[in-house]
């Protein structure tokens, strides 16, 4: 018999990367901050709720990815498909198949983030 699996899923930790440095990857998620600013990762995850609701991403969705993720990494995962949202049809439809995929441990944020980095002229500077 094989042991049982628990109902949650495994949550994924933040690895090592600073709020700083999601702030480099995500840029335009710091506008939709409180105030116009991001300072910390309850304001990172405040914006991602307002950029949800403008990408048209669903609240279950959005806590489907909360649920697997972790709200930190759902919000940054957000700030992802804010990033390449002229590039995205259905920014729904893909925070579910991250999502999805997350679950199957398919996918991880930190991939992700350094290829925003590249591309937004940022250079990964402190790990913390």
Do not use: H
């Not at 991880?108 to 591309?119: D, F, H, K, T, W």
């Amino acid at each position: 018999m094989k042991p049982s699996k628990p109902d949650k899923p495994k949550v994924e930790p933040l690895k090592a990367f600073s709020i700083g440095v999601m702030l480099k990857a995500c840029q335009q998620l710091a506008d939709y901050g409180p105030g116009g600013a991001v300072g910390s990762w309850r304001d990172l995850m405040s914006a991602a709720v307002v950029v949800r609701s403008m990408l048209g991403i669903s609240p279950s969705a959005y806590q489907d990815a909360c649920e697997v993720m972790g709200p930190e990494n759902a919000a940054v995962a957000v700030g992802c498909i804010l990033e390449r949202a002229n590039l995205i049809n259905s920014p729904g439809v893909y925070l579910r198949d991250l999502t999805r995929r997350a679950e199957r441990d398919q996918f991880s944020l930190g991939p992700v983030i350094m290829a925003l980095l590249r591309n937004n002229g940022g250079r990964l500077l402190q790990v913390v």
